[in-house]
């Protein structure tokens, strides 16, 4: 008998490892807004898009404007940033003193919670990653993924 894989048995946790903060992070509701308005309007596929900061969020550093950008994958199941899309930018932060405070993306149909593709797929360690569930009502919750291990940030919306 072969049993469906539910998400909890994928799911890595913390991997035994100490949370590397930050604990608790922030972001304005106008960015909250657009990062939600992005993935609903690229249903039935996955947005994706860089939250800008001043200095990574686990040195303290604040979440400073929202970038939507491409995913050519067109996929309800996958993301990847356009590589014209992530250069442009790179370039841009870079030349602004300004970070990659965290990659976004969403899920369509399943929790925001990363999946094994997203664990493999995460090559910003300094970056916080936003994921938003469009299951039912928009939800979006912030992780840290860090050597094998993943971490639930405590996210709160500025009004």
Known sequence: MVSEARPSDYYPGD?????????????????RDGIVDHARGEVPNEACGIVIGDRPAADGGRAVRWVPLRNPLASPS??????DDLLRLTTETDDADEVFWAIVHSHVASPARPSPTDLR?????????LLVSLEAAPVIRAWRILDGGVHEVELTIDA
């Open 78 to 83: 996958r993301y990847a940033i356009d590589p």
């Open 15 to 31: 991997g035994g490892q100490p949370h590397p903060g930050p604990r608790a992070a922030r972001i304005s509701r106008e960015i």
């Open 121 to 129: 797929e995460s090559h910003y360690p300094d970056a916080l990653y």
